[in-house]
């Protein structure tokens, strides 16, 4: 059964016997689960590496280098039939439109 988990994914992880320990007795201290407890840590991770202060450039980098990847396999797919695609062409077009009419209004 596909997408029962409702957006949620599995994490499994590998412990040293000595942290899972302190984990599950921390745990069982703020009597909650495991899992809650791990989702709390992960939810930690994620915010005090959202605090760092070049995150937010990393992040800006990796964006960037994911659209590179992107515009050079859409290239790739349009090489495979030829010229642009009819989505490109319209694409391209409304470009050319907007720098015409942005011409036209600046003279």
């Not at 495991?34 to 202060?53: F, I, M, Q, S």
């Not at 050079?72 to 720098?99: I, M, S, Y």
Request: no cysteine; glycine share 10%.
């Amino acid at each position: 059964m596909a997408g029962t988990n409702g957006g949620v994914k599995t994490l499994g992880i590998k412990v040293p016997d000595a942290l899972h320990a302190q984990f599950t007795l921390v745990a069982q201290l703020d009597n909650i689960s495991l899992g809650d407890a791990a989702l709390r840590a992960v939810e930690l991770y994620v915010n005090t590496k959202k605090a760092e202060p070049d995150f937010a450039a990393r992040a800006q980098a990796a964006l960037e280098a994911i659209e590179r990847e992107a515009a050079a396999r859409r290239g790739g797919l349009e090489g495979l039939f030829g010229d642009a695609t009819p989505a490109a062409e319209n694409a391209e077009a409304d470009d050319k439109g907007q720098a015409r009419r942005r011409g036209a209004s600046s003279k």
